[in-house]
């Protein structure tokens, strides 16, 4: 059934999920209160300055944040643009919307106009919450815009540098004790079917789709995760991913480990180089990584500097881990790894502890929730293929959505009309009963884990009065995995440079960074498939060539 623009399980499959276990009627913010309470004097988060917060800290400090924002006017349900650089105040602030009963909506620190006007239109968001300035770049000024543009964005929470007129200071109500001071404090309690927080999807089709995950699929999603994967009072966990992505947020991320009393630190620096300083100076013993940041480690020439040896385990995911690699992360390291093939749509694969190295190092694992259903088809007639061979894999389960936000039209083709979500990803059954990624099918490029819709970059640079005809692929990258390679046809007379392309798309179309192109190839013409598309495979294969070639 869709309520609010959100498509709830079907009454049988929520029944049994409450059945089993998996769905257990509490809010997150039960779940994690719970926590607060039995872990209060545990360290649960380390800032990047080597600060140290307690549970207690965590719990103290987000329900005034919580108090704040109920002080504010900000009611249960409403949506919240979050976009905060990992570090403590971006903690705080989402662990202080969802006790507020607010709805995070997770985006990533270079989004900009185009995303977050998006995001805010299609969420309906009421507040936005942002850092002042990060990288030379005025979150406030784009706060106004999209305000401008989006009369229901009411409030403007901001932390570091001063809150221009009638934008609130997130700092400032971190030190200001509300709770001694107001009438009441008590807080809303959402209903666990709803949507606890909206994250954002991969996308592959022009519009970027907003993911909803309610308390109960979340909470269950994080608690399963952190068994999973092992995390107990012992755990402490470098996270250098954004903290929007489901990855760091939940798989295990900040919410498995505050769930099993370990600790947190969340890095808003990737350089290799410090991570190394803080592995070595907190003495952690997880990691958190894409694959990009673990050849970064693995091929760091100042490596041998470091004390590393506290590292235990990297959990990777996002995008797929070179065999190659991996073998290298016991010999060089003395750490294990598990890979998750994950989705913020919720479906988890991971590898586990006790599978034989052969299967952990091929394979990208098996689901994690005993309720995952999955098949592997053929996505034309989605038939199930022949054990063994290529299809796409499609999932369901008590942590996989049945639908987009607010997407009707969309969803009935992103999923099947029994509920399975089709992942778009091309995958073969391992022997072992694991899922070895093969491919996908689907038109996005995945640059070092971070997904881009190749065809919103083509919509984009279409709006180039120099461009007649464009398409945007993957190219292969040594250090990223892949890299956004645009194709033009250009206008009669016209010259265009990669520059010139990326100052229209930053400037004019005011897009994030890290989707731009970086490779221009021009043409005469696009070449076409037998009925007519643009054949993507023959401009990859063009690609490489001229790779080869160089
Ligand atoms: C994670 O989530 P998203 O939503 O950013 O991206 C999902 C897509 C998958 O459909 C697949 O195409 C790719 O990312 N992917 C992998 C992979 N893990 C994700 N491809 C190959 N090997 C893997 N191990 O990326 C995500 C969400 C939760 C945990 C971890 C990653």
């Known amino acids: 059934m869709i309520k609010n623009g959100f498509t709830e399980w079907p009454e049988d499959f929520a029944q049994a999920y409450r059945d089993a276990g998996y769905w257990r009627d509490q809010t997150i913010g039960e779940v994690l209160a719970e926590r607060f309470a039995r872990f209060a004097d545990r360290t649960a988060l380390i800032a990047e300055d080597g600060a140290h917060y307690t549970y207690a800290d965590l719990d103290r400090l987000s329900t005034r944040l919580a108090l704040h924002f109920k002080n504010l006017g900000l009611q249960p349900y409403?949506?919240?643009?979050?976009?905060?650089?990992?570090?403590?105040?971006?903690?705080?602030?989402?662990?202080?919307?969802?006790?507020?009963?607010?709805?995070?909506?997770?985006t990533l620190p270079p989004h900009r106009e185009a995303e977050i006007g998006h995001f805010a239109r299609?969420?309906?968001?009421?507040?936005?919450?942002?850092?002042?300035?990060?990288?030379e770049f005025d979150f406030q000024a784009l706060a106004g815009t999209v305000q401008e543009q989006n009369?229901?964005?009411?409030?403007?929470?901001?932390?570091?540098g001063m809150p221009g007129p009638g934008y609130q200071s997130i700092d400032a109500m971190l030190l200001d004790p509300i709770e001694e001071r107001a009438g009441s404090t008590s807080l809303p309690r959402p209903d666990p079917d709803f949507p606890a927080v909206l994250l954002l999807s991969g996308g592959t089709t022009g519009i970027p789709k907003l993911i909803p995950r309610t308390h109960n699929d979340y909470a269950y999603n994080f608690l399963r995760c952190a068994e999973v994967c092992g995390l107990d009072g012992e755990t402490s966990v470098l996270v250098a991913v954004p903290q929007a992505h489901?990855?760091?947020?939940?798989?295990?991320?900040?919410?498995?480990?505050?769930?099993?009393?370990?600790?947190?630190?969340?890095?808003?620096?990737t350089a290799t180089e410090q991570l190394m300083k803080l592995i070595e100076t907190h003495r952690l013993t997880h990691f958190i990584a894409v694959p990009t940041m673990i050849l970064g480690l693995l091929d760091h020439p100042e490596r041998g500097k470091y004390d590393l040896s506290s590292l235990r385990m990297i959990l990777t995911g996002g995008s797929k881990?070179?065999?190659?690699?991996?073998?290298?992360?016991?010999?060089?390291?003395?750490c294990d790894v598990l890979q998750v093939l994950g989705m913020a749509e919720g479906p988890l694969?991971?590898?586990r502890l006790e599978d034989p190295d052969d299967v952990r190092l091929h394979t990208q694992g098996?689901?994690?929730?005993?309720?995952?259903?999955?098949?592997?088809?053929?996505?034309?007639?989605?038939?199930?293929?022949a054990p063994g061979e290529v299809g796409e894999l499609w999932c369901r389960g008590p942590h996989t959505i049945r639908g987009y936000y607010r997407a009707d039209e969309h969803n009935t083709r992103a999923f099947s009309s029994d509920g399975f979500y089709k992942s778009g990803d091309l995958v073969r059954l391992h022997e072992s009963g694991n899922i070895v990624v093969e491919g996908r099918n689907k038109d996005c490029i995945n640059r070092g884990g971070e997904k881009i819709s190749a065809e919103e970059i083509e919509n984009h640079l279409i709006a180039h009065g120099s461009v007649l005809n464009c398409a945007v692929v993957a190219m292969p990258d040594a250090i990223f995995g892949e890299k956004c390679c645009a194709f033009v046809v250009p206008a009669p007379g016209a010259s265009l440079t990669l520059e010139g392309l990326c100052d229209f798309l930053i400037k004019e179309r005011k897009i994030a960074r890290f989707k731009l192109p970086e490779r221009l190839e021009t043409l005469d013409a696009l070449p076409l498939t037998n009925v007519g598309k643009i054949n993507k495979k023959a401009l990859r294969e063009i690609i490489v060539q001229l790779q080869q070639a160089a």
């Open 78 to 106: 409403d949506r919240v643009i979050h976009q905060i650089p990992n570090g403590p105040v971006s903690v705080l602030t989402f662990l202080g919307l969802l006790k507020a009963g607010a709805v995070p909506v997770m």
């Open 122 to 135: 299609l969420s309906g968001a009421r507040g936005y919450a942002i850092a002042s300035q990060v990288r």
């Open 151 to 160: 009369p229901s964005l009411e409030f403007v929470l901001v932390t570091g």
């Open 246 to 269: 489901n990855f760091a947020l939940a798989c295990p991320g900040l919410l498995g480990t505050l769930a099993t009393g370990g600790c947190e630190l969340l890095s808003a620096n």
């Open 321 to 334: 881990l070179n065999p190659e690699v991996a073998l290298r992360l016991r010999p060089e390291l003395g």
């Open 349 to 351: 694969y991971w590898t």
């Open 366 to 385: 098996r689901p994690q929730s005993p309720g995952d259903e999955f098949r592997i088809v053929d996505p034309e007639s989605g038939k199930e293929v």
